[in-house]
């Protein structure tokens, strides 16, 4: 692609003294030129320094705005006004460096896309090889520094290295966060090049300023003549040779001229693209440039949004000083509508051409001719796809130049000055809105809506039914969770009993194979469909009562009336519902109970037993549980409720809670799950200081109250092997940990104690083939739909192919190792406690030195040593200081975590005094950073 020209010329003079709208309109362009310092960098983009110039303008014009962005950084790293907060702008503009580089790398390579329609278009990427045709200039071999031609990163270098020491903690990590990002982005755009940008080795030299290893790139290779072609000096100058009385003004000025360079690279992207109409009619192609230029204007939108940073109160000194012009003296912008507006008339042209060469365009004789054509094009995309990608082209600059340049410019307005302000040309803000309301192709706007109706007409017979083929198999699971509940007789499926379905096929709607008639004697095989204790419920009984039962018109139930009508009629009877679901048929029926309804209604169809759901399980637990469990039970409300009643003892204040906790389980109702955890996760405090006391009391309760069937589960997880505990007083109780954390185990397997009564039990719903393997071995008959599930003792708990072999085998090892060594809890318990009385001590002196605003003032209350958890917990103001807190210890080399505003040490058996020493050592300076950061 050869050069199109540079697409806007310099402002021309003004009178002195405008006389009308076009002079006024003259002074403001020129003033705001020369506000920007513009005219530097308008003599780069029109003087090319290639011989044959294919991307050289655009490719300057993008390397300013990034040169302009790194001068901008260094101020901002610089900036010596105490009220100002670096961090944010910072990674402001780091986002905003990022995204020109992507940019850069989307226009160069972009020409990779162009196909070669003609045989003539130039490629202009510089990932192939050198020379080629129109390729730009290098640095000469022998120059040194080569690679070190940004006068930016020499400023942004001289910066760090003035500053760095004396940023706080949390900004160390801010500043290593974003050179990481910037040169990162910087290896993927151009690391394909087969020629260096130039700034390379200035890249790798900020990197080791922040810690980091330099850029993983290949030096020495050739090396863009970059200071040839951007001039980079110009965009220095900017700061080097002014002076700036007002704090914002560099901000302001740089943001503007930022913005100019990348507005001249979309108007000469959208300039391409009529080029590759006029030379090529390449429609792919022009298409591919114009969503170029369009997200070149979304990335336009966000850089603006960059003012918003500003102090408010700082740029409103310097607004005072600048009315006379503004951004709306700019020449680019002012194109910008009108180049994209007149992008619509060779497409147009074309598709009428079309229609009069005798093509598949229907007659478009009518009021709007426009929209019948590109009615044609968007009902039939695949009869011209190079015009339908135009098309969503034109749709995506639309939106590039109204929502993502217009419509941010009056966010931003409305941001910094207010929305009922006016500007610096006394323009009031909510006038931008008229920018970005109107639509500027209303024609292609129509047919998107005309087409939308029309395609809702012809497959109106087709609305929601992705929906509903959802909504069913969403209500089948449901069905399903609902029937699969409970066990023993309180089942509403009994697996031990069996009815035939009707038609005696192996279906309820009569589908599948079975034979004639009621079906084979292996099709009756007892399932009951009716709730134990209904005089209706059939029973089980041989192949031949069965079969007796259901012959039609004998010997079922009621005087001739077949067992099947008797099964139907107790399905759509109220007799056996709760009165709360009987008061709603009733009421759905018009308050009549004989009334009969031959509508296509839910109570007409649906058996008002249907609406019952499994009995009520009542679960007890606490407020504080692990995020497993507290999930699971808000999955169960939601889709079990009103099904399944789930209460919880508040664990604070905890001096009192086992005793509350044993109050509230014998005021409850019949309890089908009681969970407790020994401590709790997020402060990691024990609850239960007891726990053999504990249970024993919740347990006698349990048996008073005829409620002994209850599952009483105790979480030992923080506890297990760290607290001492007596696991044979757990006659009644169901003991559970994970082996993760204090035996070092592993993941996918748990310890859990079983109590004998409640071993029979244990036939879970959900299940797998290692509950049973006796189905696999040689002898077995196997397995097949309507086989008996069953479980072998021990086995009845496992699921699917094991993941848990490595935990236990680690475990066992584990433990043969503290029975050689003659290591038990007690013993790892009073060494922890030991090296906490350590940590404590040295935690105490921190807060002395420090003050009652120390980090560490406020302890999660510890208890007794002797049923301690091992994690000592700070309560710390705020989420966002504890997340702080973390990571400035693992600028250490040491690991904390925390949970919302706790922050937890876990001390474990492994730890030594020295290492408590070192934690002592960081958490002083840590201390003191938070201290630091808080107080300004």
Not at 104 to 118: Q, Y
Request: proline share 5%.
């Amino acid at each position: 692609m050869q050069d199109v020209g540079v697409p806007y010329e310099k402002a021309v003079p003004y009178a002195p003294k405008p006389r009308n709208k076009a002079e006024r309109d003259r002074k403001m362009t020129v003033l705001y030129e020369e506000y920007i310092k513009l005219s530097g960098c308008l003599d780069v983009w029109s003087s090319p320094v290639t011989e044959k110039p294919i991307l050289e303008p655009m490719f300057a014009a993008g390397w300013q705005g990034i040169e302009l962005a790194f001068v901008l950084m260094s101020q901002f790293i610089s900036d010596s006004r105490h009220y100002v907060v670096k961090r944010p702008r910072v990674e402001l503009i780091a986002d905003d460096i990022m995204a020109q580089m992507n940019l850069m790398a989307e226009v160069i390579d972009g020409e990779l896309e162009d196909d070669n329609a003609s045989g003539d278009q130039a490629h202009g990427t510089l990932t192939q090889n050198f020379p080629f045709a129109g390729a730009p200039p290098t640095a000469a071999h022998a120059e040194i520094n080569k690679a070190c031609q940004s006068p930016a990163l020499d400023m942004m270098i001289s910066a760090i290295s003035s500053s760095y020491s004396n940023f706080s903690e949390p900004e160390k990590f801010s500043m290593k966060k974003v050179v990481r990002n910037i040169t990162g982005t910087f290896q993927t755009c151009f690391s394909e090049w087969s020629v260096g940008v130039g700034m390379e080795e200035q890249l790798s030299q900020i990197r080791q300023l922040v810690g980091l290893p330099p850029l993983m790139m290949e030096f020495g290779k050739r090396y863009l003549d970059y200071k040839a072609m951007v001039k980079p000096h110009v965009i220095a100058e900017t700061l080097t040779h002014h002076t700036y009385d007002h704090n914002e003004d560099f901000f302001f000025r740089s943001v503007h001229l930022g913005t100019e360079c990348w507005a001249f690279v979309a108007l000469r992207r959208l300039e391409s693209a009529k080029e590759q109409l006029r030379k090529y009619n390449h429609w792919h192609n022009a298409a591919a440039h114009i969503t170029s230029a369009s997200h070149i204007l979304h990335y336009l939108g966000n850089h603006v949004m960059m003012l918003t940073s500003m102090v408010l109160r700082d740029y409103l000194r310097l607004k005072v000083e600048i009315e006379g012009t503004s951004g709306e003296g700019s020449s680019a912008v002012k194109q910008m509508k009108p180049r994209i507006m007149g992008l619509l008339e060779p497409f147009m042209a074309t598709l009428s051409s079309l229609h009069t060469e005798g093509g598949d365009v229907p007659n478009t004789e009518s009021e709007n001719d426009s929209q019948k054509l590109l009615m044609h094009l968007y009902s039939a995309p695949e009869k011209q796809p190079g015009l339908y990608a135009y098309a969503k082209a034109l749709e995506c600059i639309e939106s590039g130049l109204q929502g993502g340049f217009y419509y941010k410019h009056y966010c931003l307005a409305a941001n910094v000055i207010g929305s009922s302000a006016k500007g610096t040309m006394n323009k009031a803000v909510h006038m931008l809105k008229v920018t970005y309301e109107k639509s500027l192709f209303p024609d292609l706007d129509a047919v998107r809506a005309q087409l939308g109706k029309k395609i809702d007409s012809e497959l109106r017979h087709n609305k929601g039914k992705i929906m509903d083929v959802i909504e069913q198999n969403y209500l089948e699971k449901e069905r399903r969770n609902s029937s699969g509940g409970g066990d023993g007789e309180d089942e509403f499926f009994d697996a031990a009993h069996d009815v035939p379905p009707a038609g005696g096929s192996g279906c309820p709607f009569g589908f599948g194979g079975g034979g004639e008639g009621r079906g084979s004697s292996s099709s009756v095989a007892n399932l009951s469909l009716l709730r134990p204790g209904s005089p209706l419920a059939l029973r089980p009984g041989s192949d031949g009562d069965a079969k007796e039962d259901f012959k039609e018109g004998g010997g079922g139930v009621g005087g001739g009336e077949t067992a099947f009508d008797a099964i139907r009629r107790s399905l759509y009877s109220t007799q056996n519902v709760p009165p709360v679901f009987t008061q709603a048929y009733v009421s759905e029926m018009g308050g009549k109970t004989n009334r009969v309804a031959f509508l296509d209604h839910a109570w007409g169809k649906t058996p008002p037993s249907a609406h019952v759901a499994a009995t009520k399980r009542q679960v007890l637990t606490t407020d504080t549980e692990f995020y497993s469990f507290t999930r699971q039970m808000n999955r169960l409300m939601q889709v079990e409720s009103p099904n399944i009643v789930i209460e919880h003892v508040p664990i604070e204040p905890l001096a009192t809670f086992s005793q509350r906790f044993a109050d509230k389980v014998r005021e409850s109702p019949p309890l089908d799950i009681v969970y407790v955890s020994h401590c709790v996760f997020s402060t990691q405090q024990t609850i239960v200081p007891d726990l053999t006391a504990f249970t024993t009391e919740v347990s006698g309760v349990l048996h008073q109250k005829d409620n002994s069937d209850c599952f009483f589960v105790v979480d030992g997880y923080h506890g297990f092997g760290a607290i001492p505990t007596d696991l044979k007083t757990f006659n009644d109780v169901f003991y559970v940990s994970g082996m993760l954390k204090h035996v070092g185990s592993g993941a996918n397997a748990c310890f859990l104690i079983v109590p004998e009564n409640k071993v029979a039990k244990l036939n879970p719903l959900f299940t797998g083939w290692i509950a049973d393997p006796s189905v696999l071995a040689p002898e077995s008959k196997g397995i097949k739909l309507g086989s008996e599930v069953g479980y072998v003792p021990g086995f009845t708990l496992q699921g699917g192919t094991p993941a848990f072999a490595p935990s236990l085998i680690i475990f066992n090892e584990v433990m043969r190792r503290w029975k050689e060594k003659a290591i038990n809890v007690e013993g790892a318990h009073n060494h922890v406690m030991t090296l906490h009385r350590q940590f404590l001590q040295g935690v105490e002196e921190i807060v002395r030195e420090q003050g009652k605003d120390c980090v560490f003032a406020n302890v999660a209350e510890l208890g007794n040593e002797q049923c301690r958890s091992h994690t000592i917990t700070f309560l710390v103001p705020s989420a966002t200081v504890a997340k702080t807190v973390v990571q400035l210890f693992d600028n250490f080399d040491i690991e904390v975590d925390s949970r919302k505003h706790y922050v937890r040490f876990g001390i474990g058996f492994n730890h030594h005094p020295e290492d408590i020493q070192r934690l002592l050592a960081a958490a002083r300076k840590v201390a003191a950073t938070v201290l630091a950061v808080t107080s300004n």
